[in-house]
């Protein structure tokens, strides 16, 4: 028979209850490595010389299609190291590719997975530099472009060319040339220095609002597409109702040509009587104004059903005085 727990030893029952809550707690924070609450799935792993904008929970795409999502971005010696989980099954040949891309106009990237080649690709396996490509990311490029501006020394690189061009005026034509074009450029350069810093600044400045407008490009290109594609399918609606109008104009053009004989009297005798209503037409408003009382006192007269309420003024029948008449002849007072 079991003992209840208030007999039992309270040790084990709360060392028993401390090792279920780490072990609830480690579930949740390890919630998202399970198989039963991320799908399943199987990872890979690729290499990648650079990781540009990838990071963890970044798509993963065969042909378009998002077939799960990157698992882990990290440092591997001299090269990263990105892990991914494909929930979808695909056959990954040992020629397998992959390659960051990009997904939007301000740099968003996902991981493109292009299987090829004979057998299975082992998750254990790497796809190796040679089969991934990195993407070259033109906000970065902007940002290093200002920063190296920025520190280079105009003044000192034209003296510079100026003296290289100084040193080497007694060479052949051809070096004094190419040595003259040099020192111009540097001049020009030196005398653009502020236009080219601003330039680059607000290079950076646009490329800066376009990343923090990422959502709003996204929706407003998606709304984009949209619209067309509403217009693409109403195309044939639109067009069947224009020849549909054309179609009923051509066909009252022929009615009325067909029945021109008939028309013109009906015309012809329509304008008489719109000639005669309007050359009676005060006589025509006298007769409406004067029926409109006679109606309204005609409907208040027959308006209690199948009998009628009138009223006659006697006024004038009233009976006179009794004339008192003789009485006969014979007869008893």
């Known amino acids: 028979m079991l003992k209840p727990f208030r007999e039992r030893d309270p040790v084990p029952i709360g060392l028993t209850g401390l090792a279920l809550m780490l072990v609830m707690v480690f579930l949740a924070f390890h919630a998202a490595s399970l198989p039963l609450l991320n799908g399943g799935g199987t990872t890979y792993r690729a290499d990648f010389t650079q990781a540009g ?67 299975t690709l082992s998750p254990s396996t790497d796809i190796p530099v040679s089969r991934t490509d990195s993407p070259f990311a033109i906000q970065d490029a902007f940002g290093d472009l200002s920063k190296t501006v920025d520190r280079i020394n105009t003044d000192q690189l034209a003296k510079a060319f100026d003296t290289l061009s100084d040193t080497f005026k007694d060479t052949p034509d051809n070096v004094q040339s190419a040595l003259t074009g040099l020192s111009r450029l540097s001049q020009t350069v030196a005398s653009r220095d502020q236009q080219l810093q601003d330039l680059l600044t607000h290079a950076g400045n646009v490329t800066d609002v376009l ?10 290109i998606s709304d984009g597409d949209l619209v067309l594609q509403t217009l693409n399918q109403r195309r044939q609606i639109i067009d069947q109702l224009l020849k549909s109008t054309s179609d009923l104009s051509a066909q009252l053009s022929g009615l009325v040509q067909d029945n021109r004989a008939a028309l013109k009297p009906l015309l012809t005798n329509v304008q008489g009587v719109i000639s005669v209503l309007q050359k009676d037409s005060a006589q025509l408003y006298r007769t409406v104004q004067t029926l409109g009382p006679f109606v309204r006192v005609f409907t208040n007269t027959l308006g209690n059903g199948h009998w009628f309420d009138t009223y006659i003024d006697t006024t004038g029948l009233q009976p006179g005085p009794r004339v008192p008449t003789m009485p006969a002849a014979g007869a008893s007072k």
Do not use: C, W
Request: hydrophobic share 40%.
């Open 53 to 119: 904008n990838i990071k963890k929970d970044s798509e993963v795409r065969v042909a378009g299609v998002k077939v799960g999502k990157v698992t882990s971005v990290g440092l591997d010696g001299d090269h990263v190291l990105v892990k991914f989980r494909m929930k979808k099954q695909s056959d990954l040949g040992t020629l397998t590719r992959a390659s960051i891309r990009i997904k939007t106009l301000v740099g968003a990237e996902y991981l493109a997975i292009e299987p090829d080649g004979p057998g």
């Open 211 to 220: 990343a923090k407008r990422n959502a709003q490009l996204t929706m407003l």
